[in-house]
């Protein structure tokens, strides 16, 4: 079974602090992929980044980052010099058999 | 270019009504997904359609049911509604049914009373 566990429920940081949200997945499949959307307060799931599970290469987009590593099966983000516009709740999701399969989710406060 | 798109943006229903949701899928879009989202809770999986067919099903009854249409617009169906179906319900458009990011729409807020 496929299983995605985000462990931190609520996150506070102050603007300009670094801050990393952990995700621990679970498959038995070989092949799948890993993803992390962003839910601001509107509600719209916004994608941010997506990994295959045979690319363990890390990934840097302007202040976020994700660390890949497949012996912990963790998928974990941060955000660089956190700035108030990026509170929302992060979720990650891992896609096996054309499925998502999405954690409960990390809600994140970035205080000004 | 147009994201994707729910209606209606809330509603509200008695117990053992049913109600149908809509969803048009991002332009170039041929997949369309449908999420059930608790409060607090990560998105639950409920169908994927593509062709006009339901392709993929998460661990939901029967009472949920959906169509796609031959413009990808898609509809979700829920019978005999429960307390517990309260939630929000979102739609992802995608270009396949492959692992390809999904695009959400805004969602429709149900409440069932």
């Known amino acids: 079974a496929q299983k995605v566990t985000q462990a931190q429920t609520e996150i506070s940081v102050v603007e300009k602090e670094d801050v990393t949200l952990d995700c621990v997945y679970e498959?038995?499949?070989?092949?799948?992929?890993l993803f992390w959307y962003k839910q601001p307060p509107s509600g719209e799931l916004v994608f941010l980044i997506r990994?295959?599970?045979?690319?363990?290469q890390n990934e840097i987009s302007g202040r976020y980052s994700w660390n890949f590593q497949k012996s912990t099966s963790s998928f974990n983000f941060t955000i660089t010099a956190s700035q108030v516009v990026d509170s929302a709740v992060y979720f990650c999701?891992?896609?096996?058999?054309?499925?998502?399969?999405f954690g409960t989710g990390t809600s994140l406060t970035v205080i000004p | 270019d147009a994201g994707v798109t729910q209606s209606p943006t809330h509603l509200i229903k008695t117990r053992g009504q049913q109600v149908t949701l809509r969803c048009s899928p991002k332009?170039?879009?041929?997949?369309v997904s449908w999420y059930q989202q608790a409060l607090g809770q990560g998105p639950q999986f409920i169908f994927q359609?593509?062709?006009?067919?339901?392709?993929q099903r998460g661990n939901f009854p029967d009472r949920f049911s959906g169509h796609q249409f031959p413009n990808y617009s898609s509809e979700l169906n829920v019978n005999a509604l429960l307390l517990g179906d309260s939630a929000l319900y979102l739609c992802?458009?995608?270009?396949?049914?492959?692992?390809?990011?999904?695009?959400f729409g805004p969602g429709t807020r149900l409440t069932v009373t």
């Open positions: 992802a458009s995608s270009g396949g049914t492959g692992p390809y990011e999904q695009y």
């Open positions: 498959t038995r499949d070989t092949t799948y992929y």
């Open positions: 990994r295959n599970s045979f690319d363990e």
């Open positions: 999701a891992v896609n096996t058999g054309n499925q998502f399969y």
């Open positions: 332009s170039g879009h041929d997949t």
């Open positions: 359609y593509y062709e006009e067919e339901e392709r």
